[in-house]
Nanobody
Framework: QAQLVESGGGLVQAGGSLRLSCAPS????????IGWFRQAPGKERALVAI????????VYLNAVKARFTISRDNAKNTVFLQMNSLQPEDTAIYYC???????????????????WGQGSQVTVSS
């Protein structure tokens, strides 16, 4: 399947907003669920949110549940991550990837399927 490419990151002041986009470099998104992840300096990559092919979305990262929204436009072949009220602790590289649900240790986990792209840098200044 086509590599996913992230865009829309940048430098923003605390309290500002950004919208990230995730689209395939060629071909289509397909029917896979898509997840947004982020990796802050010195930390492991963490799942932020996922959206299924039918548009069912879940934000998993507690710190952003009230501020971030994931959505999908299959006609435009794009998944979005709307980020509002950004804080300095949101500074990270944001990645998207196809994901598949896996039940592990009694919990539902979303495993990434493809290789990682370059991501989109989001920097929030205080």
């Amino acid at each position: 399947q086509a590599q996913l490419v992230e865009s829309g990151g940048g430098l923003v002041q605390a309290g500002g907003s950004l919208r990230l986009s995730c689209a395939p470099s060629g071909g289509t998104l397909g029917s896979s669920a898509i997840g947004w992840f982020r990796q802050a300096p010195g930390k492991e990559r963490a799942l932020v949110a996922i959206v299924t092919w039918t548009g069912v979305s879940t934000v998993y990262l507690n710190a952003v549940k009230a501020r971030f929204t994931i959505s999908r436009d299959n006609a435009k072949n794009t998944v979005f991550l709307q980020m509002n009220s950004l804080q300095p602790e949101d500074t990270a590289i944001y990645y998207c990837n196809r994901v598949t649900p896996v039940r592990r240790y009694g919990s539902l986990i979303w495993d990434p399927l493809g290789s990682w792209g370059q991501g989109s840098q989001v920097t929030v200044s205080s």
